[in-house]
């Protein structure tokens, strides 16, 4: 019996598997048939034929990765993937570098870094002097998938996708000099950047069936579908980590970095609400 007819069309084609974790594309499984305890023995030859042809779909697998590892590397060239970095679970957030909290309220003892690093000011600060920062992150967690259809051409996209926002404490910074502003009022600014980040994320996590139908690719071909894909949800990580630096420009430029008390209450108020009606959003 020819040897097409004993495998199921996803085993004869590539479906190629992304993940991406932290910007960097992990290698792809190995098609492997699976086994059987006590199924009939495979004839040599049959068996040949199988290798050979699963020889064949790793080599093309492998022609698909490397045209995404250079996509996401082009289209990642403004450093997405150190603000905004994707992984397949839960359980890879505890594998991340640094000291990382999933969102809470912030004490003075979050702020870890014994250095202030690089900041990001959009306006000047009375007195010169930066009381603190936060090193935040997002992680979007999800797996991209491609499968081919009946109709012989392959899908592309992200299943199972959802935000989450995090801080770095290895990365974040109190300035240890006085400073023109009070500590509590530093505290409190640091804090509505991490709000900040957990609305967004919340945002993001309602929208998330948009993204996953926006980042959506269909072609004859796995290299093409997958290649697709990628491009498109690279496109779309940089879309969201460039409307979060707008909203945080927009909370610095307003508050003048939290030393105006009164919008700085204004916008602590605001966050408030709003994180108060999109609870059931959390990631």
Known sequence: MPLR?????????????LVVALGVLTAPPRLVPPASAEGPAVDPDLARELEGEMQSDRAEE????ERISEEWKRLSADHTPKRLACLRSE????RLQGDIIRYRPLTRDDFRAKHMGEVHLVVEIPGGRVGAHVGLTFVCIGRPHAEELASGEVVAEMQGLRYVALLDRENSWWNPEPTPTPALWILRHEQGHFDLAELYTRR??????EDIASTRAQAPTAAEAVGLFSARWAAHLQGVRKAFQALEDQYDRETAHGT??????????????ELAATRADAG
């Open 5 to 17: 007819r004993l495998l199921p069309v996803a085993s004869r084609r590539l479906v190629a598997v």
């Open 62 to 65: 492998q022609a698909v990765w």
């Open 91 to 94: 359980a890879e957030i505890s």
């Open 204 to 209: 993001l996590n309602r929208g998330a069936a």
């Open 260 to 273: 105006i008390p009164k919008v700085q209450t204004q916008w602590f108020e605001r966050i408030q609400r």
